[in-house]
């Protein structure tokens, strides 16, 4: 829990959650904190006598497939996607590439590095956003053409990439999925943010900045499709363990996918949980049923020759 992004303390929410909800008839925890300001040098101790990893981390050096490589080199069994969906999935540019690639809808974007002369090609609305953070952090929804170029300014600060994308008109639908080789979607939810126009840090993290709506205020085919797309993105993306997949559904009901998050807010009362509760998983099962499949993927892979 912790580490070293702007997603520190939102981490230690999610954390402080799975370890209230991990059974003590089951589990021996060993809460780890990495310090907000890096670097982190794994000591020999810190990997012994563990047998499975929940990384709880939001963000670069967390959910970016770095702490999954730390793991994977001290042979330690983990919770979650693996490096290389890991990666892929926090850089939002590069997810995209994959989702189209492999015929999943995702909104129109343009990536920018700096330097580059950005524009919109999208007129305005548009919104601007880092290629690889969370929360919403970065991330500016921008109105009127004169406010673009803080919002690129803005954008650079957290990250060498960021992304100018179409606004999606319509509802915020979001889907939990579970699983390694045979993943389950939840019955997904709509998100309605009350704190802000749109879903923004304050509307995720305040209390009552944002009411879930589940099932979604979407047409039926509309719900059933964010479901097959929800899997679709998941396997496309090669993730296993949990995935968060975001969506918008336009007013004529196409569905599009926004983004993917490998480990999403993790509190028992984030939406990730909350979908499954409303699937009727309950928080202490979703969590063995993680631990599960850590576990399994471990005993699948230690039969690989490499
Ligand atoms: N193309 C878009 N059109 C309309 N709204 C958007 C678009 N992209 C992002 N948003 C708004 O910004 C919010 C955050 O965007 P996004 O999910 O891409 O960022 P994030 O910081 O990675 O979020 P998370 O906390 O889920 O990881 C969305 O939930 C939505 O409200
Ligand atoms: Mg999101």
Excluded at 241 to 264: K, Q, Y
Excluded at 277 to 283: D, H, I, R, T, V
Aim: charged share 25%; with cysteine.
């Amino acid at each position: 829990m912790g580490g070293r992004s702007s997603e520190h303390e939102v981490s230690l929410h999610s954390a402080r959650s799975v370890i209230e909800g991990l059974d003590p008839a089951r589990y021996d925890v060993v809460a780890l904190e990495l310090p907000r300001e890096g670097p982190w040098l794994l000591s020999p101790e810190d990997a012994e006598g563990l047998d499975v990893v929940f990384p709880v981390l939001h963000g670069p050096f967390g959910e970016d497939g770095a702490v999954q490589g730390v793991l994977e080199l001290a042979g330690v069994a983990y919770v979650g996607a693996g490096v290389t969906a890991s990666g892929l999935c926090m850089d939002k540019d590069l997810f995209k590439s994959v989702m189209r690639d492999k015929g999943v809808p995702v909104a129109r974007s343009v990536t920018a590095r700096p330097g580059e002369a950005v524009t919109s090609p999208y007129g305005f609305p548009c919104v601007v956003k880092p290629a690889r953070l969370g929360s919403s952090v970065g991330i500016s929804v921008v109105r009127w053409e004169e406010d673009f170029g803080a919002a690129v300014e803005l954008a650079f600060a957290h990250d060498e990439k960021i992304l100018v994308e179409e606004f999606v008109e319509g509802a915020e639908v979001e889907c939990s999925v579970l699983g390694n080789a045979d993943p389950v979607a939840s019955v997904p939810g709509e998100i309605v943010p009350l704190a802000s126009e749109w879903y923004d840090y304050q509307a995720k993290y305040a209390e009552g900045g944002m009411e879930l709506v589940v099932p979604p205020r979407v047409p039926a085919d509309a719900t059933a499709r964010v479901q097959d797309l929800a899997l679709a993105a998941f396997t496309a993306s090669e993730c296993e363990g949990m995935a968060r997949v975001d969506f918008f559904v336009r007013p004529d009901g196409e569905v599009v996918v926004n983004e993917l998050n490998t480990i999403p807010g993790f509190t028992a009362t984030s939406v990730y949980a909350k979908l499954f509760e409303a699937s009727g998983l309950p928080y202490g099962q979703l969590l063995d049923r993680l631990v599960e499949l850590a576990l399994e993927r471990r005993d699948r892979r230690a039969a690989l020759r490499y």
